[in-house]
């Protein structure tokens, strides 16, 4: 079975689900390939693996050499670029012609494929996978009808989270076209470790791009209203606030207690998380309507046996319950927040059976073995229904 991921850059180290998803295709004996907009092999080390240079089906730039332009032809608005987009697309979309199954990532790119299929230059059935800002950008603009070509060319649409579902129900998508297919990782490859910190300086720790939704900011604001001062705070990642962040740690008089690492290797990455005690990551709903979907670095956390402290937010609720296998706080409520790192500090002993079931929620729940195979029989299914 040929099977065709649509994505925007490939591979992405900020898309490690997109390629956990393609390696479980792969482990199935499905022939995949990769359509993007810019391949990035000698760019991203930690995701420069040989399965991605010599994918069966290969991996191809959509528009060819004339994707060199794309970012500047996008810096375009409206419906120029929506025409002009749309025009290349169809120039070169014989690239999609061989797949069995089109798997677009992000709601972008699914529409992009669905104009293609509306105009009968393929026949291929099309999925959509949702995962964030291509759902709360639009919800925040009033602008999430845009996906009803997608709904009406595509055949599955595979948001991240219930949240998402609802949502595009709402603005006309089929719901028995509409199912929840969480991102996951793999349990078998995660050492579960519990490290109390009774008696110990106590190590939060976050690991995300440093961007508005992630929600750094408010977790300096409550670490500093912690009443102990034995902690330590390591934020890795890169982002557009890393300065504004560093400027903030020190307005609030713990520069010293915290270490912005930036972008490290996978490996120092998983031994960072087994050194650390607590994973905070409080995300919020960004001004321009970014959202997250459910994060997998949260995930990844709870596997390994630490403490998670999030939020409110999108699907996150999906993942923790509140006092069960995490903590939750409101959007944007320091004090909420400062709270609950309050009360994990003070009671170590309660936290390990609260991170034991954060464990065995990955291991039903978000297991990317079992929803790769659960991908898997979808995508075969429905490539039994292509049209030739």
């Not at 060319?153 to 509409?178: S, T």
């Not at 309660?350 to 029989?377: G, S, W, Y």
Request: charged share 25%; hydrophobic share 45%.
């Amino acid at each position: 079975m040929r099977i065709c991921f649509v994505v925007d850059k490939f591979p992405s180290l900020s898309e490690t689900f997109v390629l956990d998803q393609i390696a479980g295709c792969l482990e199935r004996g499905m022939e995949v390939g990769v359509v993007c907009n810019e391949t990035t092999f000698g760019k991203e080390a930690n995701v420069d693996d040989r399965r991605w240079k010599s994918l069966p089906g290969k991996v191809v730039c959509w528009w060819g050499w004339l994707g060199r332009y794309r970012p500047l032809l996008r810096k375009w608005s409206g419906k120029s670029w929506d025409k002009l987009s749309t025009a290349i697309d169809l120039l070169y979309a014989r690239k999609l012609h061989k797949a069995d199954v089109i798997v677009a990532h992000f709601g972008t790119n699914g529409l992009r494929v669905a104009r293609v299929i509306k105009r009968g230059r393929i026949s291929a059935p099309l999925v959509t996978v949702f995962h964030g800002n291509d759902v709360g950008g639009p919800m925040h603009d009033n602008t999430l009808a845009r996906y009803r070509t997608v709904f009406q060319n595509g055949v599955l649409q595979m948001p991240v989270n219930a949240f998402f579902r609802d949502a595009l129900i709402e603005v006309g998508a089929p719901p028995d076209e509409v199912v929840v297919h969480h991102m996951g990782v793999r349990p078998g490859e995660i050492e579960y470790r519990w490290r109390s910190w009774k008696n110990e300086t106590l190590s939060f720790i976050s690991v995300c791009r440093l961007t508005e939704k992630k929600g750094v900011e408010y977790a300096l604001r409550a670490l500093a209203r912690l009443p102990r001062d034995d902690w330590h705070y390591s934020v890795i990642g890169a982002g557009e606030l890393l300065e504004q962040l560093k400027r903030l740690a020190a307005e609030l008089g713990i520069a010293g207690r915290v270490d912005f690492l930036g972008p490290r290797p996978h490996a120092e990455v998983k031994q960072r998380l087994r050194d650390a005690h607590v994973f905070v990551l409080p995300s919020v709903s960004a001004h321009n309507g970014d959202l997250e979907g459910i994060p997998v670095a949260l995930m990844e956390a709870m596997a390994a046996g630490l403490t998670v402290v999030s939020t409110y937010h999108s699907g996150i609720p999906e993942l923790i319950e509140d006092g069960k296998t995490g903590f939750l706080a409101p959007e944007r409520d320091v004090a909420a927040l400062a709270a609950k790192l309050v009360w994990v500090a003070d009671n170590p002993v309660l936290c390990e059976p609260i991170a034991i079931a954060a464990r065995r929620k990955i291991e039903t729940d978000f297991n990317a073995d079992v929803l790769n195979q659960q991908f898997a029989r979808i995508a075969t299914e429905l490539a039994g229904t292509r049209a030739h």
